[in-house]
């Protein structure tokens, strides 16, 4: 495994709502969190202006995968705009396997989410279209095959619309490893009627996918938009080393790409390497190695008292060194 999607981030305006949603109904496990994203270092590798957020890992049995839910104090989030649909050009909806979508459909239900789910009988499964609580879209796929052990559900991908289509999908697979596959999702049906499909492609790395879709009548983001609004934020390229993640920066930065942090300009001791590069197709990806010995202190596997003590210090620094604008009162 020495290139794998190992995130997905998402940005809310109800951070404790979100956590049950992905903690009770999708049924992941909650990891650890941090409010240490916050001042210079964070304002560097986000480009955000003054940025402050708590954050919260979620992860299933996936090795080197989590799900990464932010609320940002500053910038102060948008909500999701009122037409976000699967027309919305970028990041659209998350993707996630489920054993029975009369399950996942109760277990809302139970804990106080009343989100209708649209069924659609697809050739190969039935699928889901529902939203989380902030609104994000979410495709539920039947196929228990796509979940890794006993799970009920399993987060296993995003969706994607974009006007520049094959240049985004020769990103995907010439510098970040996707191998094109046949569609096992049933696009063009769960699609049908959201607008003119024009084409789609299938993506996947590892038990993680891609499907990226161009329509006629796609709608561009407001120009307003700021990373830190509710939605899906970006998605993470995972590398097993300094040297493989320093070779793809290489790589990705030769075509044009544009990165937050330099290659060699990250916190080693912290056992972190990373950047957000935005692709030429605008879309904002995450580039890190993480050590495995770090694992726990980033969210991606078990935290020992070691790790919530270096987060407390690493906490301690960013809140001393952060200085809130006048009008923003501190949560933390």
């Not at 993506?203 to 700021?226: G, P, R, T």
């Amino acid at each position: 495994m020495s290139t794998t999607l190992s995130q997905i981030a998402i940005c809310t305006t109800d951070f404790y709502r979100s956590i049950v949603f992905y903690d009770r109904v999708v049924g992941m496990d909650d990891c650890f969190g941090t409010v240490a994203f916050r001042g210079p270092l964070a304002e560097m590798v986000q480009e955000l202006p003054n940025p402050a957020s708590k954050v919260r890992w979620f992860t299933d049995n996936s090795v080197f995968f989590q799900l990464e839910i932010f609320e940002f104090e500053t910038p102060k989030p948008k909500p999701l705009p009122t037409h976000h649909s699967i027309l919305s050009e970028g990041y659209n909806r998350l993707i996630i396997a489920v054993r029975s979508l009369e399950k996942f459909q109760r277990s809302m239900i139970e804990l106080g989410f009343f989100q209708d789910i649209t069924i659609v009988q697809g050739e190969i499964s039935r699928h889901g279209i529902t939203t989380d609580p902030d609104g994000n879209i979410i495709q539920l796929v039947e196929q228990a095959n796509l979940i890794n052990g006993e799970r009920d559900a399993q987060l296993i991908g995003v969706g994607i619309t974009s006007s520049q289509f094959e240049a985004a999908e020769s990103d995907f697979r010439e510098l970040f490893e996707f191998t094109k596959r046949a569609d096992c999702f049933d696009t063009a049906t769960v699609l049908a009627g959201e607008g003119k499909l024009i084409q789609t492609s299938t993506l996947q790395i590892n038990d993680k996918f891609i499907v990226l879709a161009d329509f006629e009548n796609s709608v561009q983001h407001a120009d307003d938009y700021l990373l830190s609004d509710a939605g899906i934020m970006n998605f993470a390229m995972g590398y097993e080393s300094q040297q493989d993640y320093i070779k793809a920066w290489n790589a990705t930065s030769q075509t044009g790409m544009h990165h937050s942090v330099p290659a060699d300009d990250v916190p080693s001791e912290l056992g972190a390497y990373g950047t957000y590069a935005t692709t030429r197709t605008n879309l904002s990806i995450e580039m890190q190695a993480i050590d495995k010995h770090a694992y726990g202190f980033w969210g991606f596997g078990p935290v020992t008292e070691e790790h919530r003590e270096a987060m407390y210090q690493m906490t301690l620094a960013a809140v001393a060194e952060y200085k809130p604008s006048e009008d923003q009162a501190p949560t933390y």
